[in-house]
């Protein structure tokens, strides 16, 4: 099972999870980032909850970040990543300087 924390402006908002056997994503957000009345969700189709997400597939919002066509080739060539794996390409490339305020870092168990 590989782990995912999510950043929004470099602030800590939660843990996206990679289930077994890529069979299925969980997100969820931190207690301390949805207490916090200040801070909006990573996206207005994940709003802030206490509950968990769940989807067979990467959530669109973060499959969104991930390069795609030629570039996507060419990173999986790089990276060594297997081109249909979303969850590694996130978490290879999606640490720092992304577009937009999310960003993805992995954690290690």
Do not use: W
């Amino acid at each position: 099972m590989r782990k995912s924390a999510i950043y929004r402006n470099g602030v800590f908002a939660g843990v996206l999870t990679e289930q077994e056997d890529r069979k299925g994503y969980a997100f969820r957000y931190d207690d301390a980032y949805y207490a916090d009345g200040t801070q909006p969700p990573v996206s207005l189709t994940l709003p802030k909850t206490r509950r968990e997400y769940q989807c067979r597939h990467l959530f669109p919002f973060f499959a969104n970040m991930l390069s795609e066509g030629a570039n996507r080739i060419a990173q999986s060539r790089n990276l060594r990543i297997d081109e249909r794996d979303d969850f590694g390409f996130l978490l290879a490339t999606a640490q720092t300087d992304t577009i937009g305020a999310v960003t993805a870092k992995p954690i290690e168990e």
